[in-house]
């Protein structure tokens, strides 16, 4: 447990060392990557270009189907009878 505690702090440490070294960099070095880019540059490539159109796009499926309840229940009075009057 307390090997784990070491490297949980040491790892902050580590990222910012490595961020300021980075931010440190010659200026020579930086400029002379930049000629050399800029004499490598490849040519464009051809690119096909079209407007935009706003359409309509169905989005139906038609399936045949049989449709069964999940569960049927028959109702059937208590008593025989007619009922004459509410």
Known sequence: MVTIMKYLKTIPVV???G????ACSSKKESATLQNSDASAEKPAAPVK????AKSK???TIDYTATIL?????????SSPGRIDRI
């Open 49 to 52: 270009v079209m407007t935009l």
């Open 69 to 77: 309840p999940f569960e049927e229940v028959n109702m059937a009075p």
């Open 15 to 17: 990222l910012i060392s």
């Open 57 to 59: 796009i169905s989005r």
């Open 19 to 22: 961020l300021i070294l980075s």
